[in-house]
RNA sequence: UCCUCUGUAGCUCAGCGGUAGAGCGGGUGGCUGUUAACCACUAGGUCGUUGGUUCGAACCCAACCGGAGGAGCCA
């Protein structure tokens, strides 16, 4: 257990800085007789002796609860006004709590209010609407539940980066802005650069050509696969389509490892290890928050997040995955035809009713999926896969790239691509090419798996959709 | 882009054709250690906007604006 005292000396070396996170103050394990700690007010009860304030410093979920006598010297120029939303300071003793709920408090010796907050201050104890939350983004992150969401996706960012790093891949920074109209995998946000209220198009355009924010790292990757073997990229990514569910953003983080010398079963191998690495880093390092999700969010989230850690993935071909929807007997809005892809309401049979846990499907229809894609030997299906979960739908898509020369060209043709326009991506195959896979996980569905929050727009600090890009 | 729901106090909501309400939050006072503390008093509103129907509209109708859910597409 730390030691709050030790633990002051470490954070002591920013200079001048004395305060000991709550975090700290919460796991002592014995009293302490003096140490700073410094956040917010959550909510302070007064009596005619005392107030108990409890103070929220955003380093864990649990407020500390800090007694105030009545007889503190300034008490009522700094205690009496603290309201909810406030910022104090307050140096004090940790001492056991004489009261039920909470293990240790602060018997305060000075109290300073920062910072007062107006009556109106919006976010209360309760009874918060999620749209309302929405509305006042600069200030949900002080709510127990925007607290717990942030911290877990800095720590699911952490460990993302910890998984591959630990594997020896090189992270790379494919580039925000692309000239490459590619792939299809969306709409897309053009960038252009102004002289005064007038766009620069045609011969004025900054880079001399049309561009775009990207909406995928992926071949950008494959050219430093094909180089450094293993790489993964980890970015922001762009979508202008005009979606309005909640799964979708137009601003979004996006994974996207790319393995040279590498098949699509070990590609699989790879999506699944890694989403048991999160959600086990998840389990061990975000305990208490998970357990405000599992208790206010979606009961039984822990024990699904368990099972997704101990138990093996399902794996079915598509031509398999479309037998067990016929045959389920069961209705759906659209029918399951071979040749078509799988709707959200198939996805989510196959993962919550018929395998009832993470589900892996492989080997499209080539038809249904980009020019990129490896053509499997029965030449109708292509080397692709599907990751799916229960509660979100598909979180990983990947697949194992077309690494034959002429096969490639003839993809491209086949989807009116021209190739003048990916020479670069086409020399891959022309100078020393290996097979190669890749996938790309999309981040905030990740931490919507993770969490359960319903949307993606409470799992991204200020989200951007359609109509919508405040803050 | 299509379909459905929704907009009343700082927040959560009730009111559904006849004088705008409650709880929480704010303020004031009280209270023997509270835990969404409790008790009393009090301030606080262009009922999303515009137009229409009506003697009379928060309520009925239309358009617009905002929010949500679902579909498609995807991550």
Redesign the pocket.
């Known amino acids: 257990m730390p030691n709050p005292v030790e633990n002051r000396e470490a954070v002591s070396i920013l200079p001048g800085m004395t305060r000991t996170p709550i975090r700290e103050v919460l796991q002592s394990d014995a009293p302490e007789p003096e140490i700073l700690i410094e956040g917010w007010v959550r ?8 107030s ?1 304030i ?1 103070v929220n410093d955003g380093s864990c979920l649990t407020n500390l ?1 800090i ?1 105030a006598d009545a007889t503190l010297e300034g008490y009522h120029d700094s205690v ?2 603290l ?2 939303g406030a910022s104090v300071s307050v140096r004090g003793k940790v001492v056991e ?6 293990k240790w ?1 602060m ?1 305060a010796i000075t109290v300073t209010m920062l910072g007062s907050a107006e ?4 976010l ?9 939350l ?2 006042i983004a600069h200030l949900r992150p002080r709510s127990n539940l925007f607290g717990a969401v942030f911290r877990v996706r800095s720590r699911m960012a952490y460990a993302i980066h910890q998984f591959f790093q630990d594997r020896g891949f090189v992270y790379v920074h494919t580039p925000v802005i692309t000239a490459s109209d590619c792939e ?3 709409e897309m946000f053009r960038v252009v650069t102004m002289d005064g209220e007038e766009i620069r198009l045609g011969d004025e355009e900054f880079f001399g050509k049309p561009s775009y924010l990207t909406v ?1 790292g992926q071949l950008e990757g494959e050219t430093f696969a094909c180089a450094l073997s293993n790489i993964y990229t980890f970015g922001p990514t762009f ?1 202008a ?10 601003e ?1 983080w ?1 994974i996207e490892p790319e393995i040279a010398f590498c098949d699509l079963m070990a590609d699989m191998d790879l999506a699944e290890a890694m989403i048991k690495h999160l959600v086990t880093d998840a389990l061990e390092s975000c305990r208490e928050d998970l357990g405000f999700f599992d208790q206010f969010v979606d009961k039984g989230l822990i024990s699904r997040l368990e099972s997704v850690r101990d138990r093996a993935f399902e794996r079915v071909s598509y031509t398999e995955a479309v037998r067990i929807l016929e045959e389920s007997g069961a209705k759906f ?2 029918p399951v035809e071979y040749g078509h ?1 799988l ?3 198939h ?1 989510r049979y196959l993962t919550e009713t018929h395998f009832k846990c993470p589900t892996t499907v492989y080997n499209y229809p080539k038809e ?1 999926k980009p020019f990129y894609m490896r053509i499997n030997d029965d030449e109708k299906t292509v080397a692709a896969m599907d990751l799916l979960v229960p509660g979100i ?5 990947g697949s194992q790239r077309e690494e034959r020369l002429e096969i490639l060209r003839a993809n491209m043709k086949a989807h009116d691509l021209d190739e003048a326009d990916y020479s670069w991506y086409v020399d891959l195959r022309r100078y020393g090419s290996v097979p190669h896979a890749g996938f ?3 981040f ?2 990740l931490l919507m798996f993770i969490t359960g929050v ?4 409470d799992v991204i600090p200020f989200p951007r ?1 359609p ?2 890009a405040e803050f």
């Open positions: 909510t302070k009860r007064d009596s005619k002796a005392f108990f409890e609860q007694v009496i006004p309201t909810t709590s004489q009261g039920k709920g909470q408090e018997q009556g109106d201050f919006p209360q104890k309760k009874g918060h609407s999620m749209e309302f929405r509305s299809g995998a969306g995928s979508r389509e005009n979606s309005h569910t909640s799964r979708h953003a137009s979004f996006m809005e659209f892809n709707q959200s309401e996805e249904i739908g598909e979180i990983v898509g790309g996980l999309g905030e569905r319903a949307n993606i727009r959709t109509g919508s």
